[in-house]
Every structure is written in structure tokens, then in C-alpha cells.
């Protein structure tokens, strides 16, 4: 199993970017996934998950009314689409997935994971 994220750059603040996630080796699901970023010299944290049905979606309150997480099973894609960004939100993009979804902020409980992703928001 694969995960490929893309779509990063750089951006000002203020402007919108999607990042995708496409799974490929074979369908995972029940999967929920979701969405980790790293700043230099900070920890990776929970972003965004959205669980296998895509009914549920959760956000750490600092991307909360800002970011939206989606989720195309058919293409075996998830999007995280970014909206009003920050250069506070400057950090590599990490997709990943996971069974427990209960745990969804725990970066520890998921199994696949993608290479990353750089968003790069300029002041």
C-alpha cells in the first residue's frame, strides 16, 4: 500500500491550496484517513480525519472554519482543501491512515502513511 500526497507550494497568506492524498496497492477500506503536518523543529500534529464514509470529519481548533477534509473513495482520494491560510500553517503535509478512528488524533495509531507534502505560506 502506497499513499501519495501532492499539491503543496507556496502561497501568501490569505490564499487557498488543496493538497490530495491517492492511495494505490489496494483499497483501504474501513479506513478512516487523515492529515498531519510538521513545522522545523516542532512535533507532528493532527490536522484533520475524516472516517471511511466520509460522515464523520473532525479539525484541531486551529484549522477549524478554515481547512475542509474530504474524501472520494471511488478515486481512492482524500483532499484536505486549505482556505485562508497563515504562514503559521507553513509545515510539511502528511496523509495517512488508520482503523481507530477514535483515536484519530493520535498519530501513532495509523498504519499507512504518505512521504509528506510541503506548504510553504508567505506574510
Known amino acids: 500500500v502506497q499513499l501519495q500526497a501532492s499539491g503543496g507550494g507556496l502561497v501568501k497568506a490569505g490564499d487557498s491550496l488543496r493538497v490530495s492524498c491517492v492511495v494505490s496497492?489496494?483499497?483501504?477500506?474501513?479506513?478512516?484517513q487523515g492529515w498531519f503536518r510538521q513545522a522545523p523543529g516542532k512535533e507532528r500534529e493532527f490536522v484533520a480525519a475524516i472516517s471511511w464514509t466520509g460522515h464523520s470529519t473532525y479539525y484541531a481548533d486551529s484549522v477549524k472554519g478554515r481547512f475542509t477534509i474530504s474524501r472520494d473513495n471511488a478515486e481512492n482520494t482524500v483532499y484536505l482543501q486549505m482556505n485562508s491560510l497563515k504562514p503559521e500553517d507553513t509545515a510539511v503535509y502528511y496523509c495517512?491512515?488508520?482503523?481507530?478512528?477514535?483515536?484519530?488524533?493520535?498519530?501513532?495509531?495509523?498504519?499507512?502513511w504518505g512521504q509528506g507534502t510541503q506548504v510553504t505560506v508567505s506574510s
Open positions: 495517512a491512515a488508520t482503523t481507530d478512528l477514535p483515536y484519530y488524533r493520535d498519530y501513532s495509531r495509523y498504519d499507512y
Open positions: 496497492g489496494r483499497t483501504l477500506s474501513r479506513y478512516a
